[in-house]
């Protein structure tokens, strides 16, 4: 099972937005509605900011949306603040056996 | 409140044990599956397996299948992970999350850096 390829880096001003994509296969982002999506910042843990494709967990801002089509996940920052640069990471469930999670390759939000 | 605290960093030499630590509180510790994850220096997430704490079953990425062991105490809320011989190749951050049943993973540790050098 291979990683889950995003772009390496995106960036935007204040205020606008950026999107970041996610593209992996049939066999996890387009066979399941389970993508969630990870906020890391530098040295520390990663923060759920969306699971089930587009669901937000209580607490994060709906600055933070997600959707999907296909095989690719997407992960819309909008009205972008200086806090949100930092490591973006998406997440697939690909099935009961093997390599049940595959991770994106990450990408660097760089607010101008 | 969830928390999820893990061990403090480690330096080890290759062919050495270790065994790190996961503390969970906030939450009935044996409703949840607990994940363990890894980072390597400068690279991205890889999953390395899953826990629960109330049977305990586990779920294995092939890949670390046989060069880790994933254990829990649910007496005192805590996960396990274990290495019997280190390798250089190690070397990373390891996370503990708690698995939620959205097959995501909602509470983190703040992880556990090892380190493995002659």
């Known amino acids: 099972q291979s990683a889950l390829t995003q772009p390496p880096s995106a960036s935007g001003s204040p205020g606008q937005s950026v999107t970041i994509s996610c593209t992996g296969t049939?066999?996890?982002?387009?066979?399941?509605?389970?993508v969630s999506w990870y906020q890391q910042h530098p040295g520390k843990a990663p923060k759920l900011l969306i699971y089930?494709?587009?669901k937000r967990p209580s607490g994060v801002p709906d600055r933070f949306s997600g959707s999907k089509s296909g095989n690719t996940a997407s992960l819309t920052v909008s009205g972008l603040q200086a806090d949100d640069e930092a490591d973006f990471y998406c997440?697939?469930?690909?099935?009961?056996?093997?390599?049940?999670?595959?991770f994106g390759t990450g990408t660097k939000v760089t607010v101008l | 409140e969830v928390q999820l605290v893990q061990s403090g960093a480690e330096m080890k030499k290759p062919g050495e044990s270790l065994m790190i630590s996961c503390k969970g509180s906030?939450?009935?510790?044996?409703?949840?599956?607990i994940g363990w994850l890894r980072q390597r220096p400068g690279k991205g997430l890889e999953w390395m397996g899953i826990?629960?704490?109330?049977?305990?079953?586990?779920r294995y990425n092939p890949s670390f299948e046989g060069q880790v062991t994933m254990s829990v105490d649910k007496s005192i809320s805590t996960a396990y992970l274990q290495w019997n011989s280190l390798k250089a190749s190690d070397t990373a951050i390891y996370y503990c999350?708690?698995?939620?049943?959205?097959?995501?993973?909602?509470?983190w540790g703040q992880g556990t850096l090892v380190t493995v050098s002659s």
């Open positions: 826990i629960h704490p109330g049977d305990p079953e586990t």
């Open positions: 089930e494709v587009n």
């Open positions: 997440s697939s469930y690909a099935g009961r056996s093997g390599v049940r999670y595959v």
């Open positions: 049939s066999n996890d982002v387009g066979g399941y509605d389970f």
């Open positions: 999350a708690r698995h939620a049943s959205a097959r995501s993973f909602d509470y």
């Open positions: 906030g939450y009935t510790f044996t409703s949840y599956w």
